[in-house]
């Protein structure tokens, strides 16, 4: 049923856009795949519909590449390919404090030397995840900060709201 399935979301989208992220998850699988199947029925829906509906696969750059040259048709539909930079080291940082603040915590000193060493290693590896490698850091270092503050009886408000440069490590 994924062409049914397909044309249903499609009919949602009409007169707005559709946005498929990590579309290239449709590329993998062999060619009897059912990412194949949607695909196939997407690119003849977005002819169908091409004054009502706009499209926007999202991805990983190689991997997007791959994507759209797994229908024939796929990659003319695309003329207009938009690559963002990844996020810079103070990007990335007020990314932290703005999530931080969110959540109700504060980073003590010695954090913010800490993690441009974590990001500007994470910044290296491939298919580096940008907000998402800082959401998951924070969301480890809160569990961390909870480990480390089981050890005691008492707490102060100050240490339940504050990650130390101890809470932080690189995944």
Known sequence: ???????????????????????????????????HEAVDTLVKLMDDYRERLVVILAGYTEEMQACLQMNPGLHSRFPHMVKFADYGLEDLLDITQHLCKARGYVLSHGCQYKLQMIFAAAKK????????????????????????LSQKTSHTREELISIEPEDLEEL
């Open 125 to 148: 590896q491939q298919n580096f995840g940008n907000g998402r490698y800082v959401r998951n850091i924070l969301e480890n270092a809160i569990n961390n900060q909870s480990l480390r």
């Open 1 to 35: 049923q994924t062409a049914l399935k397909t044309r249903k979301k499609v009919d949602e989208a009409l007169d707005g856009v559709l946005f498929i992220d990590e579309a290239y998850a449709l590329a993998k699988g062999g060619p009897n795949d059912y990412g």
